[in-house]
Structure formats: structure tokens, C-alpha cells
């Protein structure tokens, strides 16, 4: 199958470790989208910036190219609103199933502030949900990050076990 997966979220919820184990349970690659950033984006994000659709442009072509390129592949990116998914489909070369990891901004919170060396400030949690525009139904898959790990990566195998593409 090829499968290109995005699991999309606000900073902190779990995005590199279901990516992770999720490539790990299907034998496919997993590519962080934080890796993807141009250093200026990176930067900006480390100053406690919040990005801006212009920052954000060329790194979610740089997106669309991994799944284009690399298929099949899962890529952990934030995706926070319709454009930006939109953007990544046309680009990607093929279907994309997102994965929307969501909970509650203070579970993601204490989440942030437990994780060490990465570059994302837990300040800029709050720009991140006012940013998402949450997928529907029709558009992602939504998970509980609430949930085991093992349990989310059980419910995201399930939902593309029908997946011919």
C-alpha cells in the first residue's frame, strides 16, 4: 500500500511518538515535520514567535515533497488549519490520510512543559489552538491523546486496513 500519512496536532500532542511507533508497526519510514523547518522558522519558534502563513508556506511544500517523494511514509506536522492541509494534499502526489491528534489544551500543557530539548516553547501552546481549525470527520481521523499510546496506534492500523491506495 501507499500510504501517506500526516499525523497533525498542536505542539505537544504526541505527533513524533505515534509517528514513531506507528512507522515502526508498519515498516515505513517516519519523518518529524519539525526536522522540515527552514532555521528561520525554527528561530522565530525558539524566540517565542508564533509563525505566520508566510513562514509556514515553503515548509509545508517541504511536507507535500516527503510524502511525494518518499511514499510510503508517515510525517508528524502540526496542520492546524484547512489551507494549510489543502496545500499539503495538492503537493503530496496521491491521497494523504491525516490523523488529528487532539485533547485538552491542559493535558498538552503539562505534556510541553515535561519534554526537554526541543525548540517549541510551551508559551506559544495558546497561538496553536487558536490557530487549529479542526478537521471533521470527512477530512482526519480523530484520536484522544488521552489514550495509550498503543491504543491510538491500534485505532490509526484499523482505520487504514481498508486503504487500498
Given at each position: 500500500?501507499?500510504?501517506?500519512i500526516v499525523i497533525m496536532g ?156
Open positions: 500500500m501507499m500510504h501517506r498542536v505542539s505537544g500532542c504526541g505527533k513524533s511518538s505515534v509517528g514513531a511507533a506507528l512507522g515502526n508497526r508498519l515498516g515505513i519510514l517516519y519523518r518529524d515535520g519539525d526536522d522540515l523547518h527552514p532555521a528561520a522558522n525554527v528561530e522565530k519558534m525558539r524566540a517565542g514567535i508564533p509563525l505566520t502563513d508566510t513562514d509556514r508556506w515553503p515548509w509545508l511544500d517541504q511536507v507535500a515533497q516527503v510524502l511525494k517523494d518518499g511514499a510510503p511514509v508517515i510525517v508528524g506536522c502540526s496542520a492546524l488549519r484547512r489551507a494549510y492541509r489543502d496545500r499539503i494534499r495538492q503537493g503530496a502526489g496521491g491521497p494523504v490520510r491525516f490523523v488529528h491528534l487532539a485533547g485538552s489544551r491542559d493535558l498538552i500543557a503539562t505534556r510541553m512543559a515535561a519534554r526537554t530539548g526541543h525548540y517549541m516553547p510551551a508559551t506559544l501552546l495558546d497561538s496553536q489552538f487558536a490557530t487549529l481549525e479542526a478537521p471533521g470527520p470527512e477530512e482526519a481521523l480523530k484520536l484522544d491523546v488521552a489514550e495509550t499510546l498503543s491504543t491510538v496506534v491500534d485505532a490509526i492500523l484499523t482505520d487504514i486496513s481498508g486503504d487500498t491506495t
